[in-house]
């Protein structure tokens, strides 16, 4: 495999990284992991007192010369001022939502600040990744400036490539702050895992019906069974359920909310069945079986998964939906 | 640099504009004045091009403008390799980069040029004000700088907020910069550049007419400052401060060379090495005084420097440019268009027993007629010289004289600063017999006129007399106000011996120094006397003059010399350890302040004696397995203790009592200050904690 | 422990019969019966907020005739105007001058019904009014008798044909308490005592119970100052302070508590002591009014929270004895 050669450098920093600095979820900014240099204007800078220097010692005027070992002794003071604008801050992540493989994913990170300091101007973003081979871009800078709150919650999106427990991009903290002089960074393995479900791909007629009809006699159609919702009697409405459940038409009459029941007429239920896509590749049932879920989930039905080593019994719900996502997209790849 | 900030805000720009225009200020003196104005216009372009009310200009109409603002620069300074170009190439390219100011990289190269331009003036004006300034252009340039590296995101700043941050950086660098500047050892010159040569000539000049010096009287501005080695001061009497001896009349003016040499170039006849000596062995005499002395001189433009007669050039001065002419006066090679120091030797009371050669007491004797070359002896001033004839039957002992002439001057003669003006062709007739009123080149010349006449060699020396002591007497400063001529005499086995006929007339002239007697004089004459007597200017005149002594002794002639022999001083040697260890000092002191402002704040202050006892019982309960909880009261607490373990019960509600009457009650709140009470109820409650029964 | 002085047992007594007396109009509310009273000891503007029939009205009733108060009750309607609240200045035929009619507002205790109801602009005058404690028409400014206090009933907002008071206006009531729905025996005593009163032809006579004033206004002056009084420690101000700091600092807040949010705590748990019968001032005091006071000023980031939880939240996060 020949890769450039900055591909290998991105590699092997990467792997230097993973060694030396692994995954917490929380992380200390401190002298052992910031990095403090020279910016490209702080370069510029030195140039500058350079030919200061040289203006003064030539022209032999005392002054000139204080003013450069003054422009010197900024540059050093604000060695500290930037190392100090970044030491104590503390990195932490908070539980991300789920996402369908492809979403971005909203990593949620809080940052605290130690005692009463002020951080300014510090800017966050992904550390550009190597991931398969391909280089992924690094992501939005954004720009962190606070003085007065404590904690500060910032979201940042990233692109999820594949199904599963995904672990964002190692994060690049950096500032220049105060005069832009001396750049201080640093690169910090996040532990914040997301659950990438499978993204949803919908099989074509036969197969659903046949996954559906597999505990029950008759094929039915989930289109068929949203028709068969049968209008049963007006209960008051209480705060909380389904908008859509709502009588308007009784609501007109009698300014009251009531609720529309319905009762399902069907006595059986559907079930996703990993076997039910016979001859087709793993990851592509997943992503079947994780639309079929969505769908009957949006009906409110009632439904079962089945896959192997792994079955997860009949029950409808917000909960259940997220118990069987939460299976398929944690189903082990090579299978 | 990358993606950061390309675009500027507003508030930047006027910043960054405000910043180079205090920069170009003070550099008006030294360039003409429509760089300032070409300044404004860009700056007002570039706000209308943000406005989106005029547009970017064409390449070629920048083009144009650059060519013609070089055309006109050139035009204006004369001298294209000069100093003034230099800085005014620099002034231009800053003003026009203005009209450019779009992205971050062009306003952090104008916040560069700024600085340097700010930079550039203090090779024209090194007074501590002008470094004042400078300092506070580089501050706004840094504050240029810091806002800069905000992201334009974050448009809510506070400039109070970016004020203190550059303050505090600033206040921090400065005790590094000045140990750098201490013990950062000097290169010199690397290659030759052009120097400013463009200097006005002040202070006493090389020729004396009748009324020249009048004009300086008024002139209050330093003229030179001198320190004198040990304690030894001379008094004011002997305080004769000489620079340039006169030794030719023309009948109007005393000048320095024959008139027919006019047309070469001015210049002292300077002695070589092997005669200086013998010179400084016939002023090292065992009878004489020796003073030493180091002496700032302000810039004058000329090459004489003054000295108390006779000088020597001090051994230890190790500047080789200087030279002594055979009338002890003493020149540099150069003339002096900044600030200069030098140090000397000074033997008062000297006697030269050598014998005048008749070729110098044709000189010294000389009248303006007798060197007629047209053969005409229309002679001028005939009573002045009938009168030297005169004094010369009458007193044939020079000495004898010269006090006849003296008592002349101090029976009838009045010293006044306003003597009115004296006819032109006979000045020294009209003085001597019609006016009778004048100061001290009228008597300093009138006499030398007369000597001459009556055959005496004499000649006029010019420079400054007496001084005023600084406020704790460490120096002298010498003032404008204090520029004096006299006469100096040449005495057979005497040699030259000066003497001041200002003394005759006006002794308190010399006793007391020029600012008194012209104060006296001119009681109702006007404001800038008036306001010199009043004691509180003059005094704030003196501590003022005596910041620029030090500013200019200790930092703006700070040298190699001067390094060595004050790190020697403070450190006790100049070894590369000791020079190292000092900037390690001066570093950790500017850290320690920072270190410790860091990590204070995780330090918390030793809390109050009950809020230890808090603490004690809450690790006391973790043994019950009960923990507090955060917004749960000592009540509340206490009680779900009590439900785990019922054996303390009645401690428990004791201690809630206990606790809570401390912390809140009525004596809590009165006597919260008073010490022993609150020790001796925790004292109680930490007993009663000790009681708890932990199984 | 002896150095906790105990209130004049008259006092005691006084305050007692006040809150049973009010009890017996609105059964098994002890708690917000106290708290209003605890409003009304502490000077401050009363915001009861609750479902129709829940007893707003009894309650502000209740507590205006024990305290033996002028009051005049106003039914906020969507067309009631600024006038029909503050007065009018009609043209005196026979004086030939204008005379101004005093509006219902001119009195110790207004009981502002569904003032929810009203416009925003009428809304404003009252609240004008309960700020300054005077009225200017017209030029002319007259003065509120004192004591005046504003009982005000709301429904809750999201009720339809509500104008809800903006958050500045909310800010003015001292406290908003919720009265919620009667305990089972509250509600089994009330419909037992209904039930007797069946064959009374009018119903609305038999509910509404007229009790007798039990302080003058003398009395709740000096009751008034007495809870003013109560003592407060250096270790309880800190607290209450960390708890207003809180709601700034937080995220979950929109904005914090102000600092007239603040003064209004302190006054209020003061007063909550001095019905507990103590003259110094206890963390639990300013827990217990917390969310009364504290509630109606809060909002949450996420806007759809309910506020009583963010000030029971506030209590929850914050350390009762040290940062």
């Known amino acids: ?105 909203m990593i949620k990170l809080k940052f605290e600040r130690a005692s009463l300091k002020t951080h300014s101007s510090i800017e966050v973003n992904w550390h550009s990744q190597e991931h398969n081979g391909t280089v992924q871009e690094p992501g939005q800078v954004q720009i962190l400036d606070w003085q007065n709150r404590s904690t500060v919650e910032m979201l940042f999106p990233v692109v999820t490539i594949s199904r599963g427990i995904f672990q964002p991009p190692r994060l690049t903290i950096k500032s220049y702050y105060p005069l832009g002089l001396l750049r201080c960074w640093c690169v910090l393995a996040i532990d914040s895992p997301v659950i990438v479900y499978p993204k949803p791909i919908a099989g074509n007629a036969h197969q659903i019906a046949s996954s559906v009809s597999n505990s029950s006699a008759k094929p039915r159609d989930t289109q068929t069974h949203t028709a068969e919702r049968e209008y049963q009697d007006l209960q008051t409405y ?98 | 640099m990358n993606n950061r900030g390309a675009k500027l805000r507003p508030a930047d720009i006027n910043w960054l504009a405000t910043a180079l225009l205090l920069a170009m200020l003070p550099l008006l003196n030294e360039l003409p004045w429509w760089m300032l104005t070409l300044t404004v216009v860009m700056y007002g372009w570039r706000v209308q091009i943000n406005r989106k009310k005029l547009l970017n200009p064409h390449k070629l109409l920048k083009f144009a403008v650059l060519i013609i603002s070089m055309g006109l620069l050139a035009v204006s300074i004369q001298n294209i390799f000069s100093l003034q170009s230099f800085v005014g190439l620099l002034t231009l390219t800053a003003s026009l980069k203005i009209i450019e100011l779009e992205q971050r990289r062009d306003y952090l190269l104008l916040v560069f040029l700024g600085c340097f331009v700010s930079a550039s003036q203090l090779l024209f004006d090194n007074s501590v004000l002008v470094f004042g300034y400078t300092l506070g252009c580089f501050f706004v340039l840094h504050l240029c700088l810091l806002r800069a ?135 090292k005499q065992a009878t004489s005084t020796k003073y030493s002395y180091q002496v700032m001189l302000e810039v004058t433009g000329r090459r004489w420097l003054y000295v108390l007669n006779t000088a020597v050039i001090a051994p230890q001065s190790s500047d080789w440019s200087l030279t002594q002419a055979a009338n002890y006066s003493i020149a540099r090679s150069t003339p002096i268009v900044e600030r200069y120091q030098y140090q000397v030797d000074s033997y008062l009371d000297y006697t030269d027993t050598r014998e005048l050669s008749a070729a110098q007491y044709q000189i010294y004797t000389q009248l303006p007629d007798s060197l007629d070359a047209s053969g005409n002896t229309a002679a001028t001033n005939i009573k002045s010289r009938a009168l030297g004839r005169q004094l010369r039957a009458k007193y044939p002992e020079s000495q004898a004289l010269i006090a006849a002439l003296m008592a002349r001057f101090n029976q009838d003669f009045s010293y006044t600063l306003n003597p009115g003006k004296l006819e032109s062709k006979n000045a020294i007739d009209d003085f001597l017999f019609t006016t009778k009123q004048g100061y001290c080149e009228h008597f ?252 | 422990m002896n150095n906790v002085k105990k209130i004049d047992s008259t006092q005691l007594a006084v305050l007692e019969q006040l809150i049973a007396a009010i009890g017996q109009a609105l059964l098994g509310k002890q708690t917000q019966i106290k708290l209003a009273l ?36 106003v039914q906020f309607t969507s067309d009631l105007l600024p006038t029909d609240l503050l007065g009018v200045s009609i043209f005196n035929r026979t004086e030939q001058n204008f005379e101004f009619h005093r509006g219902p507002i001119f009195t110790q205790l207004l009981l502002a019904d569904e003032i929810n109801r009203t416009t925003p602009k009428t809304q404003s005058a009252l609240l004008e009014a309960m700020e300054e404690g005077q009225v200017s028409i017209e030029g002319a400014t007259y003065e509120l008798p004192s004591p005046f206090f504003v009982i005000a009933t709301q429904n809750p907002s999201h009720n339809s044909g509500t104008y809800p008071l903006p958050e500045s206006q909310l800010d003015r009531f001292m406290m908003r308490i919720q009265l919620g729905y ?142």
Not at chain 1, 23 to 39: A, D, E, T, V, Y
Not at chain 1, 71 to 80: A, E, F, P, R, T
Not at chain 2, 604 to 619: E, F, T
């Open chain 1, 1 to 105: 495999m020949h890769l450039s050669i900055k591909q290998r450098l991105v590699s092997y920093k990467s792997n230097f990284l993973a060694q030396r600095r692994p995954r917490k979820n929380q992380h200390r900014l401190k002298q052992n992991n910031l990095f403090i240099f020279p910016s490209i204007l702080g370069g510029c800078y030195l140039l500058l007192i350079m030919l200061l220097w040289l203006l003064g010692t030539n022209y032999d005027n005392n002054l000139i010369l204080g003013l450069c070992y003054l422009l010197l002794s900024i540059m050093l003071v604000s060695i500290l001022h930037c190392y100090f604008n970044l030491q104590g801050l503390q990195v932490s992540s908070c539980k991300s939502s789920a996402v369908f493989c492809g979403e971005l994913a």
């Open chain 2, 149 to 283: 590296n905000f992201s334009p995101l974050v448009s809510a700043l506070l400039p109070a907020r970016e004020l203190r941050k550059v303050m505090v950086i600033f206040l921090q660098a400065l005790p590094i910069a000045m140990v750098l500047f201490l013990v950062v050892p000097r290169i010199g010159g690397l290659w030759q550049v052009p120097l400013n040569t463009d200097v006005a000539k002040t202070g006493v000049s090389d020729s004396l007419t009748m009324g020249s010096i009048g004009l300086l009287s008024q002139d209050y501005s330093p003229a030179m400052r001198v320190t004198f080695a040990a304690q030894q001061k001379p008094s004011n009497a002997e305080l004769y401060w000489r620079g340039v001896v006169l030794p030719y009349f023309d009948g109007r003016t005393w000048s320095r060379q024959a008139p027919q040499d006019s047309a070469q170039p001015a210049g002292i006849k300077l002695l070589a090495k092997p005669q200086q000596l013998q010179l400084n062995s016939f002023a």
């Open chain 3, 38 to 73: 605890t409003c009304i000891l502490a000077s401050g503007h009363l915001l009861i907020e609750d479902l129709p029939g829940m007893g707003k009205t009894t309650l502000a009733h209740a507590i205006a005739d024990v305290l033996g108060l002028r009051y005049n009750r």
């Open chain 2, 444 to 695: 300093a010349s009138s006499s030398a006129f007369v000597l001459r006449a009556a055959g005496i060699p004499a000649r006029i020396a010019a420079g400054y007399q007496g001084g005023q002591w600084s406020s704790d007497s460490s120096y002298l400063l010498v003032t404008q106000a204090d520029a004096h001529a006299w006469v100096e005499v040449w005495l057979a086995g005497k040699g030259w011996v000066r003497l001041d006929p200002t003394t005759a007339v006006a002794p308190e002239r010399i006793e007391l120094g020029s600012t008194s007697l012209i104060a006296a004089l001119n009681t109702n004459m006007g404001f800038v006397v008036q306001l010199n007597q009043l004691s509180l200017v003059r005094e704030f005149r003196l501590s003022w003059d005596k910041v620029n002594y030090q500013w200019h002794r200790w930092v703006i002639g700070y040298d190699n010399q001067l390094q060595f022999s004050l790190v020697k001083k403070l450190l006790g040697g100049v070894d590369a350890w000791r020079i190292g260890l000092l900037i390690l000092l001066v570093v950790s002191a500017v850290l320690l302040p920072i270190l410790l402002m860091v990590y204070w704040p995780r330090r918390k202050a030793r809390p109050a004696p009950l809020l230890i006892s808090l603490q004690k019982l809450d690790k006391k309960i973790a043994g019950l397995k009960v923990y507090r909880r955060k917004g749960e009261t000592l009540a509340a607490l206490l009680d779900r203790a009590s439900l785990v373990s019922q054996v303390n019960k009645g401690i428990f509600s004791m201690l809630g009592d206990k606790l809570n009457s401390a912390l809140y009650g009525v004596a809590a709140s009165q006597l919260t200050d008073e010490v022993s009470r609150t020790r001796k109820v925790s004292l109680e409650i930490d007993a009663l904690i000790k009681k708890i029964k932990v199984n």
């Open chain 3, 182 to 323: 009667p305990s089972r025996e509250a509600e089994l005593h009330m419909l037992r005592s209904v039930s007797n009163h069946v064959g009374a032809r009018n119903r609305s006579n038999s509910s509404r119970v007229k009790l007798s004033a039990l302080v003058n206004q003398e009395q709740l002056e000096s009751l008034q100052d007495k809870a003013a009084s109560v003592v407060v420690s250096d270790h309880l101000l800190d607290y209450l302070q960390r708890l207003i700091q809180f709601s700034r600092e937080d995220n979950a807040f929109k904005f914090g508590i102000s600092p007239r949010g603040s003064m209004a705590l302190l006054c209020a748990a003061k007063a909550w002591a001095f019905l507990e019968n103590r003259n110094y001032l206890l963390p639990e005091d300013v827990q217990q009014v917390f969310v009364a006071v504290i509630g109606h000023r809060l909002v949450g980031a996420a806007s759809d929270q309910a506020t009583g939880t963010l000030a029971e939240y506030i209590l929850a996060q914050v350390d009762v004895l040290y940062e």
């Open chain 1, 238 to 335: 209480r705060e909380g359920e389904p908008v859509n459940q709502i009588a308007w038409k009784h609501y007109a009459r009698t300014e009251v909310l009531y609720k529309k029941n319905y009762a399902y007429l069907t006595g059986d239920h559907c079930s996703l069945n990993w076997h039910s896509y016979p001859g087709i590749a793993s990851e592509l049932r997943l992503q079947y079986l994780c639309h079929q879920a969505i769908k009957l989930s949006a009906l409110r039905q009632v439904f079962s998964l089945e896959l192997p080593g792994c079955t997860i019994a009949m029950a409808s719900g917000e909960e259940h939906y997220r118990k069987v996502l939460h299976a398929l997209a944690l189903f082990p790849e090579n299978v």
